[in-house]
T-cell receptor, first 113, second 112 residues
Framework: KNQVEQSPQSLIILEGKNCTLQCNYTVSPFSNLRWYKQDTGRGPVSLTIMTFSENTKSNGRYTATLDADTKQSSLHITASQLSDSASYICVVSGSSNTGKLIFGQGTTLQVKP | NAGVTQTPKFRVLKTGQSMTLLCAQDMNHEYMYWYRQDPGMGLRLIHYSVGEGTTAKGEVPDGYNVSRLKKQNFLLGLESAAPSQTSVYFC???????????FGPGTRLLVL
């Protein structure tokens, strides 16, 4: 069964600290993996997208990695800010023209001052 | 560009009532999607459309209907609401040949 599992479920860190969120997937065939940020009460917004051949992608203080062999991805946030408080969702796409996505349950990050 | 907009933002229904959620996008996107988001679960696809006049079932289509009469609009209907349909509903759209889906702000629905 195609699944995307994220850990931890929730995380609290102090402002300025770094953190890493994990994503494991069992989706096959695999097309790409994206990380979305979802602020409370808002829709998800794309942070990064990686295809099978890419193993790292950065977007400002966000760096995503992908190991297609072990089917694992991570999202590293550097020098966290209060505005990073949100849910981070790992999303995997199989090979499909419809663009159907499989969503993880998300990691809720709270950055405290 | 307004991007993807959803109407209404919040609604309370009684069991058995019907309603329609409206999604509109001004990016000329071919693909549109309706998802529901429940606590502790990832977003789940309800229905989607690959173009004007076409619709298809997603992962959890039961109890919902959709229509795509105009390219910019994607309507989600609940004919007879049930408490299990209490959720946050998100619409998304994607351009032809593009990978990124753009999401609306969501509609929070409570069915009593």
């Amino acid at each position: 069964k195609n699944q995307v599992e994220q850990s931890p479920q929730s995380l609290i860190i102090l402002e300025g600290k770094n953190c890493t969120l994990q994503c494991n997937y069992t989706v096959s065939p695999f097309s790409n993996l994206r990380w979305y940020k979802q602020d409370t009460g808002r829709g998800p917004v794309s942070l990064t997208i990686m295809t099978f051949s890419e193993n790292t992608k950065s977007n400002g203080r966000y760096t995503a990695t992908l190991d297609a062999d072990t089917k694992q991805s991570s999202l590293h946030i550097t020098a966290s800010q209060l505005s990073d408080s949100a849910s981070y969702i790992c999303v995997v796409s199989g090979s499909s023209n419809t663009g159907k996505l499989i969503f993880g349950q998300g990691t809720t990050l709270q950055v405290k001052p | 560009n307004a991007g993807v907009t959803q109407t209404p933002k919040f609604r309370v229904l009684k069991t058995g009532q019907s309603m329609t959620l409206l999604c509109a996008q001004d990016m000329n996107h071919e693909y549109m999607y309706w998802y529901r988001q429940d606590p502790g679960m990832g977003l789940r696809l309800i229905h989607y459309s690959v173009g004007e006049g076409t619709t298809a079932k997603g992962e959890v289509p039961d109890g919902y209907n959709v229509s795509r009469l105009k390219k910019q609009n994607f309507l989600l209907g609940l004919e007879s609401a049930a408490p299990s349909q209490t959720s946050v509903y998100f619409c998304a759209s994607r351009g032809q040949g593009k990978e990124t889906q753009y999401f609306g702000p969501g509609t929070r629905l409570l069915v009593l």
